[in-house]
């Protein structure tokens, strides 16, 4: 399994954090096991189930005014998919969004990205989490989205090697929802939406 990534600043803080969905149930190891390995658990008032954040991972919270852009929750989840989709294209990837029950974005049976908004009063927060190359062993203490019957994968994982950074995967993805949420060109992106990298 490739673990290894190349550095730098922005990287997450090991955590679990649960959803709105989400139940100690979907653990598969106990709160001192989990500390044990170095990492927290959070509770979230994002959609979804329980997943994972941490290094070698793109964790990006754009924050949206979906009613300036027009846009009810389920396009805006839709586009962040899409935005996921583009990026990993860039990539070699073929992936896929849209699956029924499973939001977020998958390689084949795998998942290779979650996405779990919260909006109030129009305007839509946390994000979505893309494994660039993450230790995918860190979900083996969880039921990761609430799938007990699939699998997760990385970027990494999916070419072969490990030199794949997650500040790179970050660019690609912050100029593709750009795109989508027709915000133009990387420059302008970054005053509109504020993408948060890094620890929570």
Not at 54 to 82: F, K, M, N, T
Not at 137 to 149: A, K, L, M, N, Q
Not at 178 to 193: C, H, K, N
Request: hydrophobic share 40%; proline share 4%.
């Amino acid at each position: 399994m490739l673990t290894s990534c190349p550095t730098t600043n922005a990287q997450h803080a090991p955590v679990y954090t649960i959803g709105k969905r989400g139940s100690s149930r979907d653990f598969r190891s106990t709160p001192d096991q989990i500390r044990d390995l170095g990492a927290i658990i959070h509770s979230s008032p994002r959609g979804g189930e329980v997943t994972f954040h941490g290094p070698g991972q793109l964790v990006a919270y754009p924050i949206v005014h979906l009613r300036d852009r027009q846009l009810g929750a389920r396009a805006y989840v839709e586009s962040l998919e899409d935005a996921l989709i583009d990026s990993l294209r860039e990539y070699g990837i073929k992936a896929r969004g849209r699956v029924p029950g499973g939001t977020g974005v998958w390689v084949g049976d795998r998942k290779i990205a979650a996405v779990g908004v919260r909006i109030s009063r129009g305007v839509a927060s946390h994000g979505i989490a893309l494994n660039v190359c993450t230790d995918l062993s860190w979900f083996r203490h969880i039921v990761p989205c609430g799938f007990r019957d699939k699998g997760v994968t990385s970027i990494a994982a999916e070419l072969g090697q490990a030199n794949v950074g997650v500040e790179e995967a970050a660019a690609v993805f912050t100029e593709a929802l750009g795109r989508r949420l027709l915000y133009g060109t990387l420059e302008s992106v970054g005053e509109a939406i504020p993408a948060v990298v890094g620890a929570i």
